[in-house]
């Protein structure tokens, strides 16, 4: 019995010793170990059809960070989507999606004819990769060599730019290794005519390997880090919209601070303008009482009022048969805007035929009435002063 225990134990351990060689009927080519860690055992297409991620074994690898949400995004897709087919042989995309949902990302694919291969929606490799290359906005394209060492993170400027020697500048990188071929040994031995053993086989079948309990903490593990990509995902939108919030409010509040700025400079010289008038007003009232003259004016005065009254007015603009159309409202009166001449003029209060005006444009006083000969002179004596 203790002979067939230590031959038995021999078997085992001789068993575990000796290299199992998978077999790979192809003969495919790996991807390098370096490569390997970064992806998951299978990538998909826009079908989502899975395959290998040895398809991307010796050429240099874009992984492109895009959703479909960012208009960003749907300007340089078409522009990656042109390079990557022309370079495909030595140059192959995969995508890292930033879209709301599975269906999203595969939608986007076939909407922007991207036929090369994805992550798995909310890997856990994903997330790994946005971590690795410190991903804060998107687009972003980081080109990676056979080898696994990173080319650039600045990929989106390359292709942008330089089109037609992106991938010639990258593969004169010093991080750019010539991909060596990792083949699956083909097995040397032949198969053997020896007869099957005659031993009979355990009734019962053993546990689940410990490995089988990691591998369920990991699946627990991708599901928190997927909800936890989904938390992410929903407080970068909520960031995105309370800074567009912010921007929107600290441009209304600057408006709003020029408005009230302009509306106390308007308020300080409409007093200084009604002052005035009313300087102006008690000197009239005390000529009127002594001069004859000036009650013919202030007749001259308000037929010229009734004039005014009756010419069309809509909303603050006045027409005037020789003037064209004139703007005025108790805010800014005596301030009248000509849009005939696109400048602002100002009424002097108690003129009439001629009515006198100040262009701030040609910094002169102008008649707007027929110039009797007698008052030219004054006309000409207040332009001066």
Known sequence: MKLSQALCRYSIAFFLATPLFLVSAKGQSKLTPEMSEMLPAKVMDAEGDKFSRDVLSGKIVGFYFSANWCPPCRSFSPKLVEFRNKNQKNFEIVYVSFDESSAAQLNYMKKSNMKWYTLPYGSLEGNTLTQKYGIRGIPSLVIVSPNGKTITTNGRGDVTSNPNGALASWMQSPNYEKPRDVVDKKPTNPKSTKPAPGNKLPNEIPGPPPGMVNEKELKALTEANQEQAKLIEE???????????????????????????????????????????????????????????????????????????????????????????????????????????????????????????????????????????????????????
């Open 235 to 385: 407080l970068r939108s909520q960031n995105r919209e309370c800074s567009t919030e912010l921007g929107t409010a600290k441009a209304s509040n600057a408006e709003l601070a020029k408005e009230i700025e302009s509306l106390r400079k308007a308020i300080a010289s409409l007093r200084s303008e009604r002052d005035d008038f009313r300087q102006r007003h008690a000197k009239a009232s005390e000529e009127a009482a002594t001069c004859s003259g000036d009650l013919a004016k202030a007749r001259k005065e308000l037929e010229a009022v009734k004039q005014v009254s009756n010419t069309p007015f809509v909303n603050g603009w006045i027409y005037d048969p020789d003037q064209g159309w004139l703007f005025t409202n108790d805010n800014i009166y005596p301030t009248v805007y000509s849009s005939a001449t696109k400048s602002w003029h100002h009424y002097e209060p108690g003129s009439a035929k001629p009515r006198l005006f100040y262009s701030y444009k040609d910094e002169a006083w102008e008649a707007w009435d027929p110039i009797p000969d007698q008052d030219k002179g004054a006309l000409a004596k207040g332009t001066n002063n």
